[in-house]
Structures are given as C-alpha cells and as structure tokens.
T-cell receptor, first 115, second 112 residues
Framework: DTAVSQTPKYLVTQMGNDKSIKCEQN?????MYWYKQDSKKFLKIMFS???????INETVPNRFSPKSPDKAHLNLHINSLELGDSAVYFC??????????????FGAGTRLSVL | SQQGEEDPQALSIQEGENATMNCSYK?????LQWYRQNSGRGLVHLIL?????REKHSGRLRVTLDTSKKSSSLLITASRAADTASYFC????????????FGAGTRLFVKA
C-alpha cells in the first residue's frame, strides 16, 4: 500500500479554471504538507497542517486553499489558475516526535500544467 | 535567499567513483536531513543528522555536519548508475513550530 498517495498524477487545464488535488496518508502521522516544485527543481513549502490545524502558511496567494477534513487527508484547491501555477505539487506527511525526528514521507507528485 | 543551498548544482561521475555534495545553510538548526529524488518521483528520506552530531553513516552514505560553518556534506561511495537522482538537503528549524526548508538540490548523474 502506498503510504502517501495523491491524485491526480497529471492535471492539464486552462487558465482561469478551478482545480483540486487530493492527498491521503495511511501512516498515522499528525502533520501533512503541500510543497510546490518549480521547473528548476526548487522545492518550496506552501502549507503545513497538524491534526487538521493550519500551522504554516508561506505567503501563498489566497487562490490556494488547503482543506484538512481529518488528519489523514489534506486537499489543495486552486482557484482561477494562472500560467505561473504550472509546477509539480507534492504532498508529504511526518510525525514530529523525538523518535521520528520530522522525517517526511512524500507522495509521487501531481504535475499541473496550465495552458 | 534560501536556507539550504547545495553545491555543486550538477555532478557527473563514472560508476565506482565517489560523489560528494555539499549543503550550506544560514540559521541555527535542530536537524539536517538529506533526501533523494528520482526523476518523476517524490523525495525519499536518506539520512538525518542532529545538530549535536558531526558524522553519520548509512550503508554507502556518509554525512558530515559542521555547525560552526553551517555546512553539511553527503558522500556516496562506490557510486552506481542507480544512484542517478537529485539530492536535497533539508534543515529543520523551530520557529514556534517545526519547519523544514529544502535546498535547490544537486543533480547527480552516474555513468555506467
């Protein structure tokens, strides 16, 4: 079973559309993240949730709205998509304890192309 | 500017050679981690070194940490074609909550 799964794997859409990406983890972790990886492979954190509570919001445009219905799920909704939103979006989870030491487990990524 | 910056940006070596990647960071950290990303895949955790540790080994991987220079290095010994991937360092900071910041990565290409 995949530990962190995100869907869809590929998403091609027109500018101005609204789209969602879903993420689920079956590791029992308390913390989940969304990252954006641009064409130069730079990985930037967007959001982090701990037990359904938003704890990190890295000055992401408010067109991006994360939703965590429970601690195993963190979805990302994007309104009014722009060309610059084209990137690979990764979901990750971790358990921030002294033993787990915040090691993060990543999904396979969602490649978003805005035309 | 980024918290973690890897050097070199790209590295091409022959199978069997050693590969060394460096990471520099700016602020005090709790831990430093290294991750690998194969093309088209998510990141996979390789090794974590705590701020009070200087060196750590895992199989063919050796990580060093110099907190006085705010730098770390990842050494892969006897490289294999399967080691071809991008390698990222990630620093764990505590700023009211834990935050992990990734560098831009080193792309390693191991020629068979």
């Amino acid at each position: 079973d995949t530990a962190v799964s995100q869907t869809p794997k590929y998403l091609v859409t027109q500018m101005g559309n609204d789209k969602s990406i879903k993420c689920e983890q079956n590791l029992g972790h308390d913390t989940m993240y969304w990252y954006k990886q641009d064409s130069k492979k730079f990985l930037k954190i967007m959001f982090s949730y701990n037990n359904k509570e938003l704890i990190i919001n890295e000055t992401v445009p408010n067109r991006f709205s994360p939703k965590s219905p429970d601690k195993a799920h963190l979805n990302l909704h994007i309104n009014s998509l722009e060309l610059g939103d084209s990137a690979v979006y990764f979901c990750a989870s971790s358990q921030k304890t002294a033993i787990a030491k915040n090691i993060q487990y990543f999904g396979a990524g969602t490649r978003l192309s805005v035309l | 500017s980024q918290q973690g910056e890897e050097d070199p940006q790209a590295l091409s070596i022959q199978e069997g050679e050693n590969a060394t990647m460096n990471c520099s960071y700016k602020t005090s950290i709790n831990n430093l981690q290294w991750y690998r990303q194969n093309s088209g895949r998510g990141l996979v955790h390789l090794i974590l070194i705590r701020s009070n540790e200087r060196e750590k080994h895992s199989g063919r991987l050796r990580v060093t940490l110099d907190t006085s220079k705010k730098s770390s290095s990842l050494l892969i010994t006897a490289s294999r074609a399967a080691d071809t991937a991008s390698y990222f360092c990630a620093t764990d900071l505590y700023t009211g909550g834990f935050k992990t910041i990734f560098g831009a990565g080193t792309r390693l290409f191991v020629k068979a």
